[in-house]
């Protein structure tokens, strides 16, 4: 099947940019301050366009989770699980990422970010238990 990698755009080539330098930024409004994510032009807030990267700990918690079927990354085999996590500097927010572990996951339990080099010059940021060590392999 053929995949489907991220394709970033104007907005969200710089945090694609950040992710391959293992770090994890949201936008913080020049203004009224309002941490956002996804990345986008303006502040949903009080409609600023100004805004700066600003870097904050991948932690968080998950919300949610699925068992996906689509080959959306190069060279990751299906089925494979996403979670939806809630991290701890932009609760407001929610982030998707493939899941790091040989258990599926619990809502609520804590996470953390694990970037991982797929190939073709993409990396992404999976996450992990908080409490377990080293990741293992996935559990699809
Ligand atoms: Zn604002």
Do not use: K
């Amino acid at each position: 099947m053929t995949a489907y990698p991220p394709q970033p755009d104007r907005d969200s080539a710089p945090w694609w940019e950040r992710v391959a330098r293992r770090e994890f930024a949201v936008q913080e409004c020049d203004a009224c301050g309002t941490l956002r994510f996804p990345a986008r032009a303006f502040c949903a807030a009080c409609r600023t366009e100004g805004w700066h990267w600003r870097e904050v700990e991948p932690v968080g918690t998950v919300e949610s989770w699925i068992v996906s079927r689509q080959p959306f990354v190069p060279g990751r085999r299906e089925p494979y699980l996403v979670v939806m996590v809630r991290p701890v500097a932009v609760p407001g927010c929610l982030v998707y990422g493939n899941w790091r572990a040989a258990r599926h996951p619990v809502g609520g339990e804590r996470v953390v970010g694990v970037f991982t080099e797929v190939g073709e010059g993409l990396t992404l940021l999976d996450w992990a238990p908080a409490d377990a060590g080293t990741p293992r392999s996935a559990p699809y």
